[in-house]
Nanobody, 120 residues
């Protein structure tokens, strides 16, 4: 099994910054993609940013230029640096990791979610 542990959410004022971290542990052999999603109250879950093997990154238009996704290959960790935060960024943020475990079985795991609140 592969477990994901998220950290770094909290309350921040508009214009501030937060750094989310998600570490994959357990039976990880290889990781194909690491992504961050978010879900605001009353809205559908949406992809915020992703990074795939080779380091190619994608971003939602709403966060382009403000958020940066990066990966620590040695620690199987994905980081989401969020700058210039806006009230509309308020949501529960979820980490998603896809890859293969040590039995060569594909996995697609989700973190427990971390609350990000942007408010003055």
């Amino acid at each position: 099994q592969v477990q994901l542990v998220e950290s770094g959410g909290g309350l921040v004022q508009p214009g501030g910054s937060l750094r989310l971290s998600c570490a994959a542990s357990g039976s990880v052999r290889s990781i194909v993609a690491m992504r961050w999603y978010r879900q605001a109250p009353g809205k559908e879950r949406e992809l915020v940013a992703g990074i795939v093997s080779g380091g190619i990154t994608t971003y939602a238009d709403s966060v382009q230029g403000r958020f940066t996704i990066s990966r620590d290959y040695a620690k199987n960790t994905v980081i989401l640096q969020m700058n210039s935060l806006k009230p509309e960024d308020t949501a529960v943020y979820y980490c998603n990791v896809a890859g293969r475990d040590r039995t060569l079985t594909n996995f697609d795991s989700w973190g427990q979610g971390t609350q990000v609140t942007v408010s003055s």
